[in-house]
């Protein structure tokens, strides 16, 4: 009688190990596309990431840089105070995108520019993505408005 109890105890929890493992590696799988790094543009100039990368740069839009190409391609380079990266968009930009304004565009860093496939911009006059702050702030570079 004992022995039936042990074994029965035994089955159920490897059952549960192999569900356990079983959800942990369906969940990973779900989220191998979802999870996007930020980078801030020093970052990346000194670990350029594969061309396979999807991950998130952000810091402002450099004075000057703002070009519109053919159709819907925008070029422009974003920058942190320490590295400046180019970046490459084919798309409608945000509204309250322009130029010394932060930004975060999701995206591949392939030979040399940074190909976006998302722009989002700051969407008033005091909210700037905590991830450039962060960056701006790292480099010396980001003050306190104060409004």
Known sequence: MKSLKKQRRIQVIALAT?????????????MRDGINYFRSPSQVMEEPPLPSETFRLGGLVEEGSLQRGQGEVVTFSVTDGGATVPVRFAGVLPDLFGENQGMIGTGKYVNGTFEAS??????????????????????GVYRESDS
């Open 118 to 139: 998302e722009i989002l911009a700051k969407h008033d006059e005091s909210y700037m993505p905590k991830e450039v702050t962060d960056a701006l702030k790292e480099q």
């Open 18 to 30: 192999v569900a356990l493992v079983g959800a942990t590696v369906l969940i990973g799988y779900a």
